[in-house]
């Protein structure tokens, strides 16, 4: 079955925002066993919009739209595409409904009159809920052909495609496609290439796709059967022989499980307490820790040490220290995780010092060096990287093997 991705906004052709969305619906869509030819994005504009949605439906079986849902008069997707599928609008009591509970658990309480034009669906069409705002998905089916309609903003689209629009998709194909993730940190894209492979060379059903993140590898393993059933017995011997091969550097197998979560799982697990103790970084880390819903229950405070007078007032690290190593150095990254550990009376403290450019290095101490500390058990392991990138790049990779250290330090301790 091939399926075609058409994003719409103006906003998008000018570059004003990224389009995550089309990124996220071809993995998902791949990950359903669905072959994608062609994106496309297309302004707010009704006569490009339906040349767009025509050229579509001539050369594949589904259309997914993102975008122009709204409730303003540029928006433009669902009138444009019940035009093309000739499904006349029609009020839906349901999505009436839907948008006055949506307005009355708000802040806002008054419903503005354009709004009222969401709760207009084409006729016949199969309404998805949007649990997250109040324009409803729509699915449009017609002379073997179907049209998806869906909202911009990603965290509405996200749960709705994930909840909604992902069964449907599987139950139009007449074999059940099943995916598991299995994600890796600490370990490069080429050498899990070369770890796995003789598995992908013999490969055939189960199949495995490898995604490169920043700092992390996810491999996808996806069988086809007649039932879920039948394809998770297929999955489960794959997933066994790559926990056996990657070990402790394997963090989860839940496809929406962080990395964040997975150490935060850990933390609340042996019931311990974390400090963060941030320079570089300048609470990158304790911000991706934070992304974590009940992470309150473990964090229990984080530094920003960014000169080295905050380091030495806030975590107690001494002046000779600094004068003798510089604050970047494995000297100065463990005394911030020792007094961390002493300023806040916590389990563990994770400390990150570095260089993230683009100027401040030499040749001694280039751009991308980084020190990470974690103090735990009165003992402090301590990492040393040199990262490659611009500014960005290197915090976020610090981050990546920081939420690491902590992760191994954990299950070595405690496990």
Not at 366 to 395: A, H, Q, S
Request: aromatic share 6%.
């Amino acid at each position: 079955m091939v399926v075609e991705l058409v994003s719409v906004g103006t906003e998008l052709l000018l570059g004003n925002i990224v389009n995550t969305n089309a990124s996220f619906l071809a993995e998902k869509c791949a990950a359903l066993g669905l072959a994608c030819y062609y994106q496309t994005v297309v302004g707010d504009n009704e006569e490009r919009l339906i040349d767009t949605l025509k050229l579509a439906l001539s050369r594949s079986d589904v259309v997914i739209l993102c975008g122009g849902l709204g409730p303003t008069p540029d928006d433009l997707t669902k009138e444009t595409a019940a035009k093309v599928m000739q499904m006349p609008l029609v009020e839906d009591i349901y999505t009436k409904k839907r948008i006055e509970e949506y307005f009355k658990n708000s802040q806002w309480k008054v419903i503005p009159d354009n709004n009222w034009k969401q709760a207009f669906v084409p006729k016949g069409a199969k309404v998805v809920d949007n649990n997250n705002g109040t324009a409803p998905g729509i699915i449009m089916e017609k002379n073997e052909k179907v049209v998806i309609l869906l909202p911009g903003p990603p965290n509405e689209l996200i749960p709705m495609f994930n909840q909604g629009i992902a069964p449907y998709l599987n139950s139009l194909q007449p074999e059940i496609i099943y995916s598991k993730m299995v994600k890796l940190v600490g370990i490069g894209e080429s050498q899990v290439a070369d770890e796995i492979s003789d598995l992908i060379e013999n490969q055939s059903n189960p199949t495995i796709a490898t995604y490169a993140k920043t700092g992390e590898v996810h491999l996808r393993i996806t069988a086809k059967a007649k039932d879920e059933e039948s394809a998770k017995k297929l999955i489960k011997p794959m997933v066994k022989e790559l926990k056996q091969r990657f070990g402790v550097n394997i963090y989860s197998t839940k496809e929406e499980e962080t990395l964040e979560a997975a150490t935060v799982a850990l933390l609340q697990k042996y019931n311990l307490s974390l400090t963060t103790a941030e320079s570089c970084t300048g609470g990158l880390l304790s911000g991706r820790l934070v992304n974590v819903p009940g992470v309150s229950k473990v964090l229990k405070q984080g530094f920003i040490t960014y000169s080295d007078k905050a380091k030495r007032k806030l975590l107690d690290v001494n002046k000779s220290t600094l004068k003798m190593y510089g604050a970047v150095s494995e000297e100065t990254v463990k005394e911030m995780a020792k007094g961390g550990i002493f300023a806040t009376d916590s389990d563990i403290c994770l400390a990150v010092t570095g260089i993230a450019g683009p100027d401040g290095g030499t040749a001694e101490k280039p751009v991308g060096l980084v020190y990470i500390g974690c103090y735990i058990k009165d003992k402090i392991f301590v990492k040393k990287y040199e990262f490659k990138g611009n500014r960005e790049k290197i915090r976020e990779y610090a981050v990546v093997r920081a939420l690491d250290l902590l992760r191994r330090c954990i299950l070595e301790q405690y496990s």
